[in-house]
């Protein structure tokens, strides 16, 4: 498909489909908590359910049948459950599900946003895997593509390009993540960043530019730019601070820049009041959760999708009081922990 046809395809889809009403901003609410015994954090799932269901069994926060067994515990995943492997419906509906239910044992699953998913909610769906688009197929699928085909009038030889990038389950799945959409609605509500216990968690990180920013800014600034400016945001997305090179969703410095950075990560921490940066995003070298920094960054995408990184794995970084565990399915290994500020 020609980039001048994909991008004529974006505007007639948008109008056909999407509701252009601003969506009302909710109130803000907290993003930090202190004197939480146990926190489990998650990094990126890319549809890999079986994988993500096992590493859950595995840290205790579920039984066997999938339901919350963490009572106090917070269970932070980092974001990026959608794209590249087929069922990150089934992941998103898990996370849904242990949100109420942890809540309502007087824990907590924080689901934090990713770039993955604001690239879903930007409408750009290069990365989606097949199997995303078929879990939203139903009976009427052969119907409602027809329409949304004759709704974009596209030349005979348009059509026939057009239909084969239009798979079932396509128009259901855009509709999905609109404003109005059962997972748009849910997915632009979710936060970027919380703080547990000092330790500050974000799917890509925190650069020097944003490090001056606290968590219930970041946080209300990505919403407002994906609900109230989503058409500037879409307009304009490396302007956003939900789509640019150094914003949280998509930074990459404090997984990717020399030890020699150490005083700028120090200063950061300082800006946010944090002990340490625990991220995702940038796949460990080892397949394994790594320390950076005497302790002060901890990355924990060990490559849970076998479709994206052969050899990768599923992973849990344990935060119990003072210690720290790295869970796999098959080894527990200790984390080394940051010093505590004055120490």
Known sequence: MSLRFARALTVLFVAAFVVVAPYPLTAASTCEWDGVERVVAIGDVHGAYDRFMEILKTTGVVDGELKWAGGRTHVVQLGDVLDRGDDSRKAMDLVRQLERQAKSA?????????????????????????GEYAAFANPDSVS??????????PSAG????????????FVEMRQAFGRDGDYGRWLRQLPVTVKINGFLFV?????????????????????RELTNDLEKTRATPLASLAARADGPLWYRGLAQEPD???????????????RAIVVAHTVTPTGRITT???????????????????????SALDIH?????????????PVPMPKRPGT
């Open 292 to 314: 950076r920094f005497d302790g002060r960054v901890i990355q924990i995408d060990t490559g849970m999708q076998p479709a994206y990184v052969q050899g990768g794995r599923a």
């Open 260 to 274: 020699t950075f150490a005083p700028q990560v120090i200063d950061i921490l300082g800006k946010t009041h944090s």
């Open 203 to 223: 799917h890509g990180g925190i650069s020097p530019a944003v490090s001056t920013l606290g968590c219930e800014e970041i946080n209300e600034q990505i919403k």
């Open 106 to 130: 007087g824990g907590a699953f924080h689901a934090l946003m990713g770039n993955h998913e604001v690239a879903r909610m930007l409408g750009d769906l290069r990365l989606v895997a097949p």
């Open 144 to 153: 409602l593509r027809e329409s949304y085909l004759k709704a974009l009038r």
């Open 158 to 169: 348009d059509r026939d390009e057009l239909l084969k990038q239009t798979p079932l389950g």
């Open 321 to 333: 009081r003072d210690e720290a565990t790295a869970i796999y399915l098959d080894r527990r290994d």
